[in-house]
């Protein structure tokens, strides 16, 4: 019996290898193991937990009441009276007829209600979507730009579900900052010819405003009375929410209350009163129209179909590939500025909790998914009309289903008569819109905070301004990673003296790089190392490089520092580097396994007793030429001006710091 166990236990190892899978058996179990990941990635998608956060709907749709519902009407209705003129106004800078403004106004309301997080937020067209989607569609052809909310609506899902989102960081503060007010400048110029009653066609800022004063001469003074004085009734309509005597107190009685809200929605709904009023003031004279007037508004809803793949143009078919290559930069462009808008905003209204970026990125994606086959342009999440949805007491994301019926009750009985809407009274509503957007109180806290920063707010603002909006971008975040870059290459490198002058173990230089070792960096961190050893430590003493910022190596740094061994070996000086994580250390000794590598402060007062003799000098003391550290100047002494020679009577521990 107890052969028999001992030969049962020798042929173990020979009974698991005979056991192990061969490639062949490996691959004919590759079915098997797919099944099991699919089969496990949908339990954890269904479960519970997953289930409300993929469909946040589900965790507040159970708790809603009739405060919730009281909430959810009054911001709905105000958002709905800021969207209609705004979204007829913003396919005006895309390029587009009005009615498709409408179009993508109310499917983002209904989807975002059930895939949003941030219930304050209201997703439709916005000025920069309205500029980037004329950039990108050939001007405004219709076809082009649903088109390209179909492809912002699968690139943003995309990144969505690949985790794609932390790119968004590499597009900083003052990059936002700079591009969102070319923007609002470039959009607030394109207007300025219908406020002049003008009509001409420009690229470009600089030639919007050389044509505008070629015809200044040919301004229509009505339309230039009625948009300035739209523009004077809106500002001053807009204070009107932020005065004291408007604020609903507790102590005031119902109908004061009542009174005081139907002012706050005179307010926030003041797009739509003006509009009305000059659209009244149009239809009255329309016998001898004063006017530039809208014109005819396509009635009814849209077909629900799929977003164009190829169209005509002039006779001319444009294939999918065609109208991909035209979309062009675009194509990445537009759904990048729409994730970054949209989470920003919910960033901004989330009251200091965590944003869930991939959610917004889901439910971003699928209304601009959606929104393209209803003919909808591309869409995000519009400042202005979150602020009036939070400041009018919105309750749940269900505030957007009473904003989505107002458009649509607007397309399917009011648009007869949109035709008589002057267009200088949208013009008025879009600079109104986006004259706040211009971030000019950011350049003091940006210059207080880093002077450096202020090259890519001005970098994007210029390029975007005067150039393309992505060409400015392009050149913010090259701006951006060029200074991160060169504060990687350059690190700042401290160099300490500590002088232990207990006669136990020797004065060293302590050199201490502020930054990981990579490619980049590592001639500058060898050639810093190499002049202390050289200077600081006169080519005899001990040099410690403490690597406690390193979070790990390259190739590149591994041979660079063997090169700086070598260098410390030819002169015959010790190199020791210390705190270095495992990482680090097993990186260091791949290429050089001799390496002086002290893990712990023993074994560095070991090597340090081992590789310099204790020297014996002057009781001078240490402290007296701690200016004098690191320099040795012609004609003097160096045991006099270098600090790391002298000793004292007295068991302490000196460092000093070498500028």
């Known amino acids: 019996m107890?052969?028999?166990?001992?030969?049962?236990?020798?042929?173990?190892p020979a009974a698991s290898k005979a056991t192990q899978k061969t490639p062949g058996a490996m691959l004919d179990d590759l079915p098997k193991r797919s099944s099991n990941f699919i089969r496990r990635e949908v339990r954890r998608t269904f479960r519970k937990d997953t289930l409300f956060k993929r469909l946040p709907i589900t965790s507040w749709l159970p708790k809603y009441n009739l405060e919730c519902l009281e909430g959810d009407l009054m911001a709905g209705c105000a958002v709905g009276l800021t969207v209609v003129p705004q979204s007829m106004a913003y396919a005006g800078v895309a390029g587009l007829p009005p009615n498709y403004g409408l179009y993508s106004s109310f499917v983002g309301c209904?989807?975002?209600?059930?895939?949003?997080?941030?219930?304050?937020?209201?997703?439709?067209?916005?000025?920069?979507?309205?500029?980037?989607?004329?950039?990108?569609s050939r001007n405004g052809v219709p076809d082009y730009a649903v088109l390209l909310c179909f492809l912002s609506g699968v690139i943003t899902l995309a990144a969505g579900i690949c985790n794609m989102g932390f790119l968004v960081n590499f597009i900083s503060r003052p990059v936002i900052c700079g591009f969102t007010s070319a923007a609002a400048i470039t959009v607030a110029s394109t207007q300025l010819k219908g406020l002049f009653g003008l009509s001409f066609s420009s690229q470009g800022i600089v030639q919007t405003y050389m044509k505008l004063f070629q015809n200044i001469g040919k301004t229509r003074w009505q339309d230039l009375t009625l948009g300035l004085s739209c523009m004077v009734i809106l500002l001053l309509m807009r204070k009107m929410k932020d005065l004291k005597a408007v604020k609903v107190q507790t102590s005031d009685d119902l109908g004061t209350r009542i009174f005081k809200k139907l002012i706050f929605l005179t307010s926030v709904g003041r797009n739509a009163i003006v509009v009305i009023m000059a659209l009244l003031i149009a239809y009255t004279l329309d016998d001898d129209q004063p006017f530039i007037i809208t014109g005819e508004v396509k009635p009814g809803l849209p077909a629900f179909r799929p977003p164009p793949f190829s169209t005509v143009i002039n006779g001319t078919n444009f294939t999918f590939i065609d109208m991909v290559t035209d979309i062009g930069s675009g194509i990445v462009v537009v759904p990048i500025l729409s994730i970054l808008g949209s989470v920003a905003i919910a960033s901004a209204f989330s009251a200091g909790k965590m944003v869930d970026a991939k959610q917004e990125m889901f439910a971003l994606g699928f209304c601009n998914l959606l929104g393209s086959f209803v003919q909808s342009m591309p869409i995000t999440?519009?400042?202005?009309?979150?602020?009036?949805?939070?400041?009018?007491?919105?309750?749940?994301?269900?505030?957007?289903?009473?904003?989505?019926?107002?458009?649509?009750?607007?397309?399917?009985?009011?648009?007869?008569?949109?035709?008589?809407?002057?267009?200088?009274?949208?013009?008025?509503?879009?600079?109104?819109?986006?004259?706040?957007?211009?971030e000019y109180e950011m350049i003091i806290p940006v210059w207080k905070a880093r002077r450096l920063d202020q090259l890519p707010l001005w970098g994007t603002f210029i390029t975007c301004l005067f150039w393309k909006l992505e060409y400015g971008i392009?050149?913010?975040?090259?701006?951006?990673?060029?200074?991160?870059?060169?504060?990687?290459?350059?690190?700042?490198?401290?160099?300490?003296?500590?002088?232990?002058?207990?006669?136990?173990?020797?004065?060293?230089?302590?050199?201490e790089p502020s930054s990981g070792l990579f490619f980049p960096s590592v001639d500058y961190v060898r050639a810093a190392v190499n002049k202390a050893g050289l200077i600081t430590a006169q080519g005899i003493t001990t040099v410690v490089v403490d690597c406690s910022h390193f979070t790990g190596v390259d190739f590149t740094a591994v041979q660079g520092i063997k090169g700086l061994c070598s260098d410390f070996e030819k002169r015959h000086q010790t190199l020791i580097f210390s705190n270095a994580p495992t990482s680090v250390k097993d990186g260091l000794q791949s290429l050089h396994a001799d390496i002086k590598i002290a893990t712990s402060p023993e074994e560095l007062h070991s090597l340090l007793k081992s590789s310099h003799p204790v020297a014996i000098l002057s009781n001078t003391s240490a402290i007296g030429h701690s200016s004098s550290v690191g320099s040795c100047h012609e004609g003097e002494d160096p045991d006099m001006t270098n600090p790391l020679l002298e000793l004292s009577a007295v068991p302490t521990i000196v460092r000093e710091k070498v500028t």
């Open 110 to 136: 209904f989807v975002y209600m059930i895939f949003g997080t941030c219930m304050e937020i209201c997703i439709g067209p916005t000025a920069i979507m309205a500029l980037l989607t004329y950039e990108y």
């Open 2 to 12: 107890l052969c028999g166990h001992i030969t049962m236990t020798a042929s173990t």
């Open 474 to 511: 392009l050149v913010g975040v090259t701006i951006n990673l060029s200074i991160y870059l060169y504060g990687t290459a350059r690190p700042k490198v401290n160099i300490n003296v500590v002088k232990k002058q207990d006669r136990d173990e020797p004065s060293y230089v302590v050199v």
């Open 381 to 438: 999440g519009s400042f202005s009309r979150t602020a009036v949805n939070a400041n009018s007491g919105v309750k749940t994301t269900a505030g957007g289903i009473i904003t989505g019926v107002l458009v649509m009750l607007a397309l399917s009985f009011l648009t007869s008569h949109f035709k008589y809407i002057p267009k200088a009274s949208l013009a008025a509503v879009i600079i109104c819109a986006v004259i706040f957007m211009i």
